[in-house]
């Protein structure tokens, strides 16, 4: 039943973003000047549900979706997240099932979602200079507190830990040597994430983009690295190994050298639209139909038809712009 976009590009990867809120305020994502104490989130009545989420999830999964992320937002803002891992993990078919979060409240959820099911914990860090990360993250955390999130997820036994670094040149790309280092000597992976002109409010600008050529040849002065094979054919992320064996970093190129033709990413939003590309500018809506009485063969002929239509190429047409797509879906809504 495995369905393919007009590419030929296979789904494979599902994100469920789980909430639109978050209890940080990172400039290249929800920057705290427009994402106030004023700013309305959606009502808790038009999130999907739990039941709602596994449902659509079963029925992508049998469309060919076999890694799950739960995102944000920040996804453990939303209570009793780890009832919703117990109902995803069992889904027959699923060989992956991970989570993107900031790490701020896993000392308290950690062994929660370990017991209910989740497989891997990614953190979002980008920088271990506290003054840098806390203007990055609009003083929302420190260092210690994101520190204290992923002691605890290896202590209920998450590992190897992944970290996503987001580098901006002049804001913390001259830290990242320093994480890489961090990073290796406790046997997690880290990836670095070129800056992209995610959603229309970070005010993105290429001379801000620190490419991953860039990236590799800092690292590689100091701790030398040579580059490996892809887990897989749709994984995103360019890796290097370093060559005394103690570990990997990995590279998410989409700036410089964009990924689509492989890529096998379906996006769910928290109320309930399909999205098929990051930069997306409308999704599809499942809640509308599904809340109306949709069969569950009604509700995958919308996912097949979704995905089947399927263009999406943004990263590659970038190079081609003069200036960044006007309206895009914001990041912090549909994860990244």
Same mark, same amino acid.
């Given at each position: 039943?495995?369905?393919?976009?007009?590419?030929?590009?296979?789904?494979?990867?599902?994100?469920?973003?789980?909430?639109?809120?978050?209890?940080?305020?990172?400039?290249?994502?929800?920057?705290?000047?427009?994402?106030?104490?004023?700013?309305?989130?959606?009502?808790?009545?038009?999130?999907?549900?739990?039941?709602?989420?596994?449902?659509?999830?079963?029925?992508?999964?049998?469309?060919?979706?076999? +890694?799950?992320?739960?995102?944000?937002?920040?996804?453990? !803002?939303?209570?009793?997240?780890?009832?919703?891992?117990?109902?995803?993990?069992?889904?027959?078919?699923?060989?992956?099932?991970?989570?993107?979060?900031?790490?701020?409240?896993?000392?308290?959820?950690?062994?929660?979602?370990?017991?209910?099911?989740?497989?891997?914990?990614?953190?979002?860090?980008?920088?271990?200079?506290?003054?840098?990360?806390?203007?990055?993250?609009?003083?929302?955390?420190?260092?210690?507190?994101?520190?204290?999130?992923?002691?605890?997820?290896?202590?209920?036994?998450?590992?190897?830990? +992944?970290?996503?670094?987001?580098?901006?040149?002049? !804001?913390?790309?001259?830290?990242?040597?320093?994480?890489?280092?961090?990073?290796?000597?406790?046997?997690?992976?880290?990836?670095?994430?070129?800056?992209?002109? !995610?959603?229309?409010?970070?005010?993105?600008?290429?001379?801000?983009?620190?490419?991953?050529?860039?990236?590799?040849?800092?690292?590689?002065?100091?701790?030398?690295?040579?580059?490996?094979?892809?887990?897989?054919?749709?994984? !995103?992320?360019?890796?290097?190994?370093?060559?005394?064996?103690?570990?990997?970093?990995?590279?998410?190129?989409?700036?410089?050298?964009?990924?689509?033709?492989?890529?096998?990413?379906?996006?769910?939003?928290?109320?309930?639209?399909?999205?098929?590309?990051?930069?997306?500018?409308?999704?599809?809506?499942?809640?509308?139909?599904?809340?109306?009485?949709?069969?569950?063969?009604?509700?995958?002929?919308?996912?097949?038809?979704?995905?089947?239509?399927?263009?999406?190429?943004?990263?590659?047409?970038?190079?081609?712009?003069?200036?960044?797509?006007?309206?895009?879906?914001?990041?912090?809504?549909?994860?990244?």
């Amino acid at each position: 039943m495995m369905i393919t976009d007009k590419f030929n590009r296979p789904l494979r990867d599902l994100r469920i973003s789980v909430t639109d809120r978050c209890n940080f305020r990172c400039a290249y994502c929800m920057p705290a000047e427009v994402f106030g104490e004023g700013y309305r989130f959606l009502p808790r009545e038009e999130l999907l549900s739990f039941e709602e989420i596994t449902r659509l999830t079963q029925i992508l999964v049998r469309l060919g979706a076999v +890694k799950l992320r739960l995102t944000g937002g920040e996804p453990l !803002v939303r209570q009793d997240l780890e009832k919703l891992v117990a109902m995803l993990a069992p889904i027959d078919g699923v060989d992956d099932l991970a989570l993107t979060t900031n790490a701020y409240f896993l000392p308290q959820k950690a062994e929660a979602l370990r017991e209910a099911g989740l497989q891997r914990v990614t953190v979002s860090l980008d920088s271990l200079d506290d003054e840098v990360f806390q203007r990055m993250n609009g003083r929302r955390a420190s260092v210690d507190k994101v520190l204290e999130g992923i002691a605890a997820a290896e202590q209920v036994g998450f590992a190897p830990i +992944k970290i996503n670094t987001v580098v901006q040149r002049g !804001v913390n790309d001259h830290t990242i040597v320093d994480l890489a280092r961090y990073a290796r000597e406790r046997g997690w992976i880290i990836r670095f994430i070129e800056y992209m002109d !995610v959603g229309t409010m970070n005010g993105w600008k290429m001379d801000d983009v620190v490419s991953a050529k860039e990236i590799v040849a800092r690292i590689d002065a100091e701790l030398p690295l040579e580059p490996i094979e892809r887990n897989y054919r749709s994984e !995103v992320a360019r890796r290097y190994r370093y060559r005394d064996g103690s570990g990997e970093i990995g590279l998410i190129t989409s700036v410089t050298q964009p990924f689509c033709g492989d890529c096998s990413r379906m996006r769910l939003s928290p109320e309930g639209s399909l999205f098929t590309c990051l930069f997306a500018s409308e999704g599809t809506d499942l809640r509308g139909p599904m809340r109306d009485g949709a069969s569950d063969d009604d509700l995958e002929a919308i996912i097949r038809n979704t995905w089947g239509s399927r263009i999406d190429r943004y990263s590659e047409e970038r190079s081609e712009m003069t200036t960044p797509r006007r309206e895009k879906v914001q990041m912090y809504h549909i994860g990244g």
